[in-house]
């Protein structure tokens, strides 16, 4: 028997409205004002004001001393050079995949694997790749002899290669899969399959069509995560630390050195580095949006060009190419992780090993047994606190657009962007200070905030198109029936959400296992986890217990990113719409 209608007052629509209303605020407060503090905390030691160290004068020695340091001006040169080469190549591959392999079997299997890709973590990746292209790496051994005629690894190395192309090809091979799930995500905004069949049907190939109707709308769209990777590239300090240059290394690598050297007064200089970062990355944004302005400009400008084709319609096959790179990159980084964990005894040019062990296994796991707990539970808990406040961002964003018809979202909202945009490395020591001022540094809700402040954003990037796109009739209908906004979102909305969710989710956890300097700076190095293990000894230690932590950093998300597949298909298993879904 049905049961019968309930009154729509249980909970009046009111009141979740101001409920929901609260959310933006304490999102976006949460989050940007520890980073305006945290700035601050930085520029005054910049500006030799740091009274804990007994300097508090004003004056710009910290500056003199950056500037005179031998090792800084080619460790800024890099890290310009590192990160622009590597932006500019992402949106290069992202726009010729999109353009030249558009409804190919290649490009669709490349977007079922992306939100697996997005889930390795970067040291790992980081880590396997070295593993797979150094001298004495798995790529020369399957060659050699035969190939190539070395008997011994030869005398050159494309990892931390003074130039930092190794750490410029790793950082686009690794935020490729990130920038094309945005545009992907920024794409079902703008009605691509009509755009092109008109713009067919005026004589242009595929190829120039893209070109020339979508990508100038595509561009804007996507400003956000290409300053997201750009300003990635400027500040990284694992990746940097694991295939960038030791002799100068790169300004972050740099500047966290001084933050942690014994010679506490090296922090001053440190703050002025970190500043000069913040500058850098400031600038660079600038010229970014300036260079995007220029493209659509001359886009524009060869619209009227006339021409209908271009040579570079024929280079499809090489696109495809690089879809199945990408996944063939990480599919080798695993794969080379895994054979050095069990290798005992393996030497050059072997392609596998001579002899197999599990003792590197115990050994790994001894050691990391209380660190990959503390990172499960700081890592599920941010996705946790996270998930909760982005959906509750975008449903007050839904419940206004619901009542005014012409609501275009919060204008604030970018905010949240902040802690991807701003240099962890220019705030986070400032945050320290402000914590150690306030005796809360080494506190594990201090961590998990630290860790929410780059979870927070990644979540809102990648739920915000599945959460707008719901069709709200749903949720009208369901309301009716059970007459409570609140029932409705808990037994019909976010049911039907739950795989989108449930990614989201899991990309959350591995942004948080991801979390180097937040850990080391906010946890005041009481806390260790599988990431900040795993980098220490990236660099000196051996490699196959090296192969080990990464492996393990690797199969954290990897667990969470499976369990975000089962449980949407046992929970929607009767339901064959919801499997299509």
Request: some cysteine; charged content about 10%; hydrophobic content about 55%.
């Amino acid at each position: 028997m049905a049961e019968p209608l309930r009154p729509m007052t249980a909970v009046p629509p009111s009141r979740l409205r101001k409920v929901l209303a609260w959310f933006p605020v304490l999102t976006a407060a949460v989050f940007v004002l520890p980073v305006v503090v945290g700035l601050l905390g930085t520029w005054l030691p910049a500006f030799g004001y740091l009274p804990v160290l007994g300097a508090r004068d004003i004056d710009l020695s910290a500056w003199a001393y950056l500037i005179q340091h031998p090792s800084a001006p080619k460790a800024l040169l890099l890290s310009v050079w590192t990160a622009w080469a590597s932006t500019i190549l992402c949106l290069l591959i992202t726009l010729l995949i999109l353009s030249l392999t558009w409804e190919s079997r290649s490009l669709r299997g490349l977007r079922r694997s992306l939100s697996a890709l997005l889930a390795v973590p970067h040291a790992a990746f980081a880590i396997g790749i070295a593993a797979l292209i150094a001298p004495s790496g798995w790529l020369l051994k399957l060659i050699s002899p035969s190939l190539t005629g070395f008997d011994l690894p030869p005398n050159f190395s494309l990892v931390k290669d003074p130039w930092g192309i190794s750490l410029m090809l790793v950082l686009t091979l690794k935020e490729v899969p990130f920038v094309l799930f945005m545009a992907l995500a920024a794409l079902n905004q703008l009605q691509v399959d009509r755009s092109l069949r008109m713009a067919r049907s005026l004589g242009y190939s595929a190829f120039l069509a893209w070109w020339r109707v979508i990508i100038p709308q595509l561009l804007p769209v996507i400003r956000l995560p290409m300053f997201a990777v750009l300003a990635y590239g400027l500040s990284v300090v694992d990746m940097a630390m694991i295939m960038g240059p030791n002799a100068p290394p790169t300004l972050a690598v740099l500047v966290h050195r001084w933050f942690n050297s014994p010679d506490i007064l090296l922090r001053l200089p440190g703050s002025a580095g970190a500043t000069l970062l913040l500058l850098i990355t400031v600038v660079s944004l600038g010229l970014w949006w300036l260079v995007e302005k220029g493209l659509a400009r001359v886009l524009k400008w060869r619209l009227t060009g006339g021409r209908r084709s271009s040579i570079w319609q024929h280079f499809t096959w090489p696109a495809m190419g690089l879809n199945w790179l990408l996944i063939a990159a990480a599919v080798g980084s695993f794969l080379v992780l895994l054979v050095w964990s069990f290798a005992f005894r393996w030497s050059f040019p072997d392609a596998l090993p001579e002899q197999y062990s599990t003792r590197f296994w115990l050994r790994g796991w001894n050691q990391l047994i209380q660190p990959l707990w503390l990172t499960l539970y700081t890592g599920l808990a941010a996705a946790l606190i996270g998930l909760v406040l982005v959906v509750g961002c975008l449903e007050h964003e839904v419940t206004l657009r619901r009542t005014k018809p012409h609501y275009s979202g919060p204008k604030t909202l970018w905010l949240i962007y902040v802690p991807l945009i701003v240099p962890q490395i220019a705030f986070l020591f400032g945050v320290q200070m402000v914590l150690v001022w306030l005796s809360l540094e080494g506190r594990w809700l201090t961590l998990l905030w630290s860790h929410l402040m780059f979870v927070v954003p990644y979540i809102f990037l990648s739920l915000s198109g599945p959460y707008r796109s719901f069709d709200d009739r749903y949720l009208r209908q369901a309301t009716l029936l059970r007459g409570s906004e609140w029932c409705a979102l808990w037994q019909v909305k976010w049911p039907m959400l739950l795989r989108p969710l449930l990614y989201v989710s899991a990309l959350a956890f591995a942004v948080s296992l991801a979390q180097y300097l937040p850990t080391l700076y906010v946890g005041a190095g009481r806390f260790a986890t599988v990431t900040t293990e795993t980098v220490n000894i990236a660099s000196g230690g051996d490699r196959r217990i090296v192969a080990v932590y990464a492996l393990f950093q690797w199969l954290a998300p990897m667990l969470i990113y499976s369990l975000a597949l089962i449980i949407p298909a046992w929970r929607f298993r009767h339901r064959r719409a919801m499997q299509l879904e």
